[in-house]
Each structure stands twice: as C-alpha cells, then as structure tokens.
C-alpha cells in the first residue's frame, strides 16, 4: 500500500495548524532545513513515518463512521528520498466504550479519495454504542521498518469517540459581513514600537509589525499581553494603562500563553529546534522554572485542574504537560492523550469542526452532558473558542468568502441560541493560531491589531 512520500528536511513549517488545530484537524507538517551546505556537514536523519487523521470525536446516531488516514513518509537527505518508496501499511484497533478487547481492522487504501485515504469502517454495533467507542491505529512502512502509533499513546490512552446524543441545532445560514459590534471597552491599546508602553517591532515601512503574539484575562478583568518581540510580558488594568512589565527568557518568536490563577506562566515557544515546540514555565515574577519538549507538534496551551494541558498535532489530543507543580516529559504527555480539553473545574469540553459544521459537547465521566451542533451557508475556517459557561456556550468560529472574513460569536444556552453577533477579524499582525479570544464570566476579550498597534477589546454578553 503506496502512502505519501516527501523529503523530511521540506516537510516545512508548522503555521498551516492555523485553521485545523481547535476544530480538529490535524495537520503533518516538520521544520524547514538549513541552507545546502548546512545539509552537507549534518548526519542523516532517520527514516520518518507519520500519519494525520480527523477523528469522529462526536457521532450522531445512524450514521456510518469510517476512520480514514493520511500516510506521509521520509528519508533523511534528498539522495535517500530519490531511492526509498513508501511502502505504508496500517491496521485500526477498536472497542466499545473504554474497557475489553479492541477488535482489529485492515486499513484499506481508498485510491479515489483526495484525502484520508487509508480507511476502515467501523462496525455497526461498535460506532452505534450508547457508551461511544475507543480506538487507535498502527502503520508500518515496509521500505524502512518504521512502526508508528496513531495517538501515540496507543492503547494506553486511545481516540475516544461519543454519541451526540440530543443537540441543540443551530444553522446560521448565510453570513451577512459587514455588521460589526462594537467592543463595551477597550482595555488595551498599544502602538507598535521600542517604548515601554509600546509593543512589537516596526521592521520597516510597508513591513507588517511583529509582537503580541498572545494574551491573557485573570479573573479581576486584568490583561496580561505576551510581547515576544521584546521578551517581557505587559500587565494592564481597564483604566490604568501598563502597570508592570517583566522580562521573560523566551526565544522572541510568535508563542501561545496560559497564566494560572497563582501568577504561574506557560509559554508554549515556537522557535525550538526541533519540529516540536517548547513548553516554559515561568514564577509571576519572570524568574525560569523550567522547560519541557511536548509529545508532539503542540498548538495549543491552556489550563488544566492539575495545570498546563497541550493540544497536540497530529493526534489532535489535548495531553497534560504539568502535574503537582512540575513539567511533564513528553512519554508521560502521551500516556494521558485524551480527545476532549479538561476544564479547570472538572469535566472536558470536545470540538469537532467538520466541514461547515461544528459539534462542541461537554463531557463527564465518558458522557455528554450537553451537546450543540451548529451549521452554516457560509464556510467556517477554524473554530477559536468554545468555552462552557454554566449550562451554556460561548463559541467563538470564523467564517469566510474568498476576499473577506469576520468572526462570528454565539452565545448558547441548554435549548437554544440566546444571541450571537459578528467581530471585525482585526489578525493585521500576526498571532499565535489559536489565541485571539479569552473569556471570563460574561465578558468575551478579543486580541486584535491594525496598522497602528495591538488592542484588546471587552464585550459583555449579557443586556446586550
């Protein structure tokens, strides 16, 4: 079975996890080589083998499920990727709800398909189990001997999929742009720049500024901005500006952030070199409390009930990378693979964007508590928030034509939509993927920028 063969030094770049990463789709994607004769002095690297997958997360009842794969293997240097095929293989291992024996299936390769072309069918009577079913998958690559799991923890910690069960359906229809709100306050507004109140760097005329690649909100409404660019964080109040700048040993390149109740910082730094990224860990103070390589190419951090949690590609897990005060290395990351984020409280909130369709349910114990199920006319690029609040939703999805794009929040109760409205999508400068909107209570804070700097925007979603 022929899979995808590409050269792992041009297997570039991890930006396209932009679009898929919250919405579940994974993407295959490792670090750009150094120029020719960087390629000449280094050592071969070793075979490569890796699969992406969009997995089922959510089911609705009756219909068929198929776990399809993409394959993509590589040869360390371009002499070896002349001579190697990919020669890929895979077999999937399901079983209702978590417990028993996984009953395998022979991937087949789908040769019409443009992608997912490895696929396997789920039984009937394991896709259609009130308990939802757990999987994984295995691929070997004949040419080179290398064996790969798909999550990576395997059996161990497998895909876990759960029935829908009974939504709230919301269809949007056909998007209407242009018909902004406007923000309740605006509580950050900085200028590009060098000075201490400023953020980023003006690299030049008609050059677009870099910095502020992240944010986050605590509880009292205080906005914490992650300046890469000068290596500092920046605190504001609502009607005090700046009030603390602290320096921070990040590497300067665009970064995602959590901040922890107790002032503890995670910074998940894309710049490592290697393919996966670095998780740093940082006192409020700034002071370096150390540092961990994720499991995968991580997209993602936010907070656990035990710390940081990473999203992961292409498993597309959320995976715990902090424990009982201290950073996980990256085997015990993928032993606690899990498909849905955990929620500081308790529970997990699971996300699957498919096509122009997005299920979000929350989950306990291995059941749904609550389900939405939302379509729409107009296509939907990713999904950047979906955060429960008490028995309800606050989703947060951009939609987009060919020459516009705007952001569209819904505000979602147990039964129905209670209001929704639009968002200027305000990405002048770039962000980190996934990292544009924060909510805490009833506000929703949006990071956004235009030509002259970086703001951060309050809305309230109730009496509006």
Same mark, same amino acid.
């Given at each position: 079975?022929?899979?995808?063969?590409?050269?792992?030094?041009?297997?570039?770049?991890?930006?396209?996890?932009?679009?898929?990463?919250?919405?579940?789709?994974?993407?295959?994607?490792?670090?750009?080589?150094?120029?020719?004769?960087?390629?000449?002095?280094?050592?071969?690297?070793?075979?490569?083998? /890796?699969?992406?997958?969009?997995?089922?997360?959510?089911?609705?009842?009756?219909?068929?499920?198929?776990?399809?794969?993409?394959?993509?293997?590589?040869?360390?240097?371009?002499?070896?990727?002349?001579?190697?095929?990919?020669?890929?293989?895979?077999?999937?291992?399901?079983?209702?709800?978590?417990?028993?024996?996984?009953?395998?299936?022979?991937?087949?390769?789908?040769?019409?398909?443009? /992608?997912?072309?490895?696929?396997?069918?789920?039984?009937?009577?394991?896709?259609?189990?009130?308990?939802?079913?757990?999987?994984?998958?295995?691929?070997?690559?004949?040419?080179?001997?290398?064996?790969?799991?798909?999550?990576?923890?395997?059996?161990?910690?497998?895909?876990?999929?759960?029935?829908?069960?009974?939504?709230?359906?919301?269809?949007?229809?056909?998007?209407?742009?242009?018909?902004?709100?406007?923000?309740?306050?605006?509580?950050?507004?900085?200028?590009?720049?060098?000075?201490?109140?400023?953020?980023?760097?003006?690299?030049?005329?008609?050059?677009?500024?870099?910095?502020?690649?992240?944010?986050?909100?605590?509880?009292?409404?205080?906005?914490?901005?992650?300046?890469?660019?000068?290596?500092?964080?920046?605190?504001?109040?609502?009607?005090?500006?700046?009030?603390?700048?602290?320096?921070?040993?990040?590497?300067?390149?665009?970064?995602?952030?959590?901040?922890?109740?107790?002032?503890?910082?995670?910074?998940?730094?894309?710049?490592?070199?290697?393919?996966? &990224?670095?998780?740093?860990?940082?006192?409020?103070?700034?002071?370096?409390?150390?540092?961990?390589?994720?499991? /995968?190419? !991580?997209?993602?951090?936010?907070?656990?009930?035990?710390? !940081?949690?990473?999203?992961?590609? &292409?498993?597309?897990?959320?995976?715990?990378?902090?424990?009982?005060?201290?950073?996980?290395?990256?085997?015990?990351?993928?032993?606690?693979?899990?498909?849905?984020?955990?929620?500081?409280?308790?529970?997990?909130?699971?996300?699957?964007?498919?096509?122009?369709?997005?299920?979000?349910?929350?989950?306990?114990?291995?059941?749904?508590?609550?389900?939405?199920?939302?379509?729409?006319?107009?296509?939907?690029?990713?999904?950047?928030?979906?955060?429960?609040?008490?028995?309800?939703?606050?989703?947060?999805?951009?939609?987009?034509?060919?020459?516009?794009?705007?952001?569209?929040?819904?505000?979602?109760?147990?039964?129905?939509?209670?209001?929704?409205?639009?968002?200027?999508? !305000?990405?002048? !400068?770039?962000?980190?993927?996934?990292?544009?909107?924060?909510?805490?209570?009833?506000?929703?804070?949006?990071?956004?920028?235009?030509?002259?700097?970086?703001?951060?925007?309050?809305?309230?979603?109730?009496?509006?």
């Amino acid at each position: 079975m022929i899979g995808v063969h590409l050269n792992r030094r041009v297997f570039a770049g991890t930006t396209a996890l932009a679009l898929g990463a919250l919405a579940g789709v994974a993407v295959g994607l490792f670090g750009v080589g150094g120029a020719a004769a960087q390629r000449q002095a280094e050592p071969a690297l070793p075979p490569l083998l /890796e699969a992406t997958h969009l997995p089922p997360l959510l089911t609705a009842r009756g219909e068929p499920v198929e776990l399809r794969y993409d394959v993509f293997c590589g040869a360390g240097d371009e002499e070896a990727a002349s001579r190697a095929e990919c020669d890929a293989s895979g077999t999937a291992f399901v079983r209702a709800g978590d417990a028993g024996r996984f009953e395998q299936i022979p991937l087949r390769v789908d040769a019409s398909a443009s /992608e997912g072309r490895y696929v396997a069918a789920v039984p009937s009577a394991i896709a259609q189990s009130p308990d939802g079913f757990s999987y994984y998958a295995t691929f070997r690559d004949g040419s080179s001997g290398v064996e790969i799991s798909s999550p990576p923890g395997a059996g161990d910690a497998p895909e876990r999929s759960l029935p829908l069960g009974r939504s709230v359906d919301v269809h949007l229809g056909r998007h209407v742009f242009g018909r902004i709100r406007e923000p309740d306050a605006v509580v950050v507004r900085a200028a590009w720049g060098d000075g201490p109140d400023q953020v980023g760097l003006e690299q030049g005329r008609n050059l677009t500024p870099i910095g502020g690649s992240s944010f986050d909100v605590d509880r009292a409404g205080n906005v914490t901005v992650l300046d890469e660019t000068h290596k500092r964080l920046l605190r504001f109040a609502e009607r005090d500006g700046v009030t603390s700048r602290t320096p921070l040993a990040v590497d300067g390149t665009i970064a995602d952030m959590a901040v922890a109740d107790d002032g503890k910082i995670y910074v998940l730094d894309s710049s490592s070199p290697s393919p996966k &990224p670095l998780l740093r860990a940082f006192a409020p103070d700034g002071s370096a409390l150390g540092s961990v390589e994720s499991a /995968e190419r !991580a997209a993602q951090v936010r907070l656990g009930p035990a710390g !940081a949690v990473l999203l992961q590609e &292409p498993s597309d897990q959320w995976m715990d990378a902090a424990a009982g005060g201290r950073l996980l290395a990256p085997d015990s990351q993928r032993k606690s693979g899990r498909s849905g984020r955990p929620l500081p409280g308790g529970g997990d909130v699971v996300v699957l964007r498919r096509g122009n369709e997005i299920r979000v349910a929350t989950v306990s114990g291995h059941r749904v508590v609550r389900s939405w199920r939302v379509t729409s006319e107009t296509p939907i690029a990713e999904v950047q928030l979906a955060e429960p609040r008490g028995a309800g939703l606050v989703l947060v999805a951009r939609v987009y034509t060919d020459d516009q794009d705007e952001f569209v929040v819904l505000v979602l109760d147990a039964k129905r939509l209670v209001r929704s409205f639009s968002l200027d999508s !305000a990405d002048w !400068a770039e962000t980190a993927p996934l990292s544009k909107f924060r909510l805490v209570g009833s506000s929703l804070y949006q990071l956004g920028s235009t030509a002259a700097g970086l703001f951060v925007d309050r809305f309230e979603l109730e009496g509006n």
